[in-house]
C-alpha cells in the first residue's frame, strides 16, 4: 500500500484546508494522524473502507470531516475553523487488511502504512 499526502500549507484562524491522500490499492479503514512539535503523534480522524462509518478525536469534531472516493483512490480531510493548535504535521494512514466494512479504528496500532505527512500551519 503506497500513500501520497498532499494540501498542505500556511493558513490563518479561521480559514479552512482540504487534505488529499492518494492510495494505491485502496481496500482499507483510512485515517489521519497528526504530530505536533514536541508531541506525540494523535489521531484525527478515521474512515471504514466503504465510507460508511468514520470516527473523529474530540479536538476536531464538528470542524473536521473525512470523506472518500474510493473511484479516484483518494481520502480526503476537510479542515473549518482552523486553529493554532491544529499545526502538525499531517499522516495519512491505511489500517490492515481486515473484511469488516464497518470498521473505522481509532488505534495507532490498526494501522499498518503511513504517507510522508505533510506540514499545516495555522497562524494566529
Known amino acids: 500500500v503506497q500513500l501520497q499526502a498532499s494540501g498542505g500549507g500556511l493558513v490563518q484562524t479561521g480559514d479552512s484546508l482540504r487534505l488529499s491522500c492518494t492510495v494505491f490499492a485502496l481496500d482499507r479503514a483510512m485515517a489521519w494522524f497528526r504530530q505536533a512539535p514536541g508531541k506525540e503523534r494523535e489521531f484525527v480522524a478515521s474512515?471504514?473502507?466503504?465510507?460508511?462509518?468514520?470516527s473523529y478525536s474530540d479536538s476536531v469534531k464538528g470542524r473536521f470531516t473525512i470523506s472518500r472516493d474510493n473511484a479516484k483512490g483518494t481520502v480526503y480531510l476537510q479542515m473549518n475553523t482552523l486553529k493554532p493548535e491544529d499545526t502538525a504535521v499531517y499522516y495519512c494512514a491505511a489500517a490492515s487488511a481486515n473484511p469488516r466494512t464497518f470498521w473505522a479504528p481509532v488505534q495507532e496500532t490498526s494501522y499498518v502504512a503511513w504517507g510522508q505527512g505533510t506540514q499545516v500551519t495555522v497562524s494566529s
Open positions: 474512515i471504514s473502507r466503504r465510507g460508511g462509518v468514520t
